[in-house]
Antibody, heavy 121, light 107 residues
Framework: QVQLVQSGAEVKGPGASVKVSCETSGYTFITYYIHWVRQAPGQGLEWMGVFDPTGSLTESAQKFQGRITMSRETSTTTVYMELSSLRSEDTAVYYC??????????????WGQGSLVTVSS | DIQMTQSPSSLSASVGDRVTITCRASEYISASLNWYAQRRGKAPELLIYTASKLQGGVPSRFSGSGYGTDFTLTISGLQPEDFATYYCQQSYFPPLTFGGGTKVEIK
């Protein structure tokens, strides 16, 4: 079965960077886009970007451009999201997620368990 | 960016009630609208994709409708496990955007 297993909670200071990993299994890694979605405490869902594991597509929301880097390690079927220049407003649970299927790649059918990132001095 | 507006932001209902949540897009999105449920402390779960298609494993009491800019999620016969926050999301064009959420609480 499809599984997305994320790295654990992190605490970072303002201005630092954080790198969240998302280890995938149960499907052909390069076939499906991976999305990153975050949720600040008590708030709604915010799409950050999408990554094609073949390396042919990376797109992010404008507010994160210049601060977000998405990458992959094919040998371990792991996708990474690095967010730099952290500020307190970046405190959130970060989810990696996979498109439902190839046709509906932007309908998010599978989610990781979430990784809490706390930005605090 | 396409803005998604959900209403109401919260509602109280009883087990067995019929519940309707609406979602409006700021511009035309065809049928590219998805619905998710998020229970406390859990990741969201896809319920409906492409406006009206039921995701596998989701009970048939959930249904979706709409096209263009106006969409509806209906729960016919609310069950205890349905008390959650529901989000719509447009998948027409990046950046993907979510509605603000509708919290369904027990009356």
């Amino acid at each position: 079965q499809v599984q997305l297993v994320q790295s654990g909670a992190e605490v970072k200071g303002p201005g630092a960077s954080v790198k969240v990993s998302c280890e995938t299994s149960g499907y052909t890694f390069i076939t499906y886009y991976i999305h990153w979605v975050r949720q600040a405490p008590g708030q709604g869902l915010e799409w950050m970007g999408v990554f094609d594991p073949t390396g042919s597509l990376t797109e992010s929301a404008q507010k994160f451009q210049g601060r977000i880097t998405m990458s992959r390690e094919t040998s371990t079927t792991t996708v990474y999201m690095e967010l730099s220049s952290l500020r307190s407003e970046d405190t959130a649970v970060y989810y990696c997620a996979r498109g439902r299927d190839v046709t509906y790649a932007y309908s998010i059918g599978y989610w990781g368990q979430g990784s809490l990132v706390t930005v605090s001095s | 960016d396409i803005q998604m507006t959900q209403s109401p932001s919260s509602l109280s209902a009883s087990v067995g009630d019929r519940v309707t949540i609406t979602c409006r897009a700021s511009e035309y999105i065809s049928a590219s609208l998805n619905w998710y449920a998020q229970r406390r402390g859990k990741a969201p779960e896809l319920l409906i994709y492409t406006a009206s298609k039921l995701q596998g494993g989701v009970p048939s009491r959930f249904s979706g409708s709409g096209y263009g800019t106006d969409f509806t999620l209906t729960i016919s016969g609310l069950q205890p496990e349905d008390f959650a926050t529901y989000y719509c999301q447009q998948s027409y064009f990046p950046p993907l955007t979510f509605g603000g959420g509708t919290k369904v609480e027990i009356k």
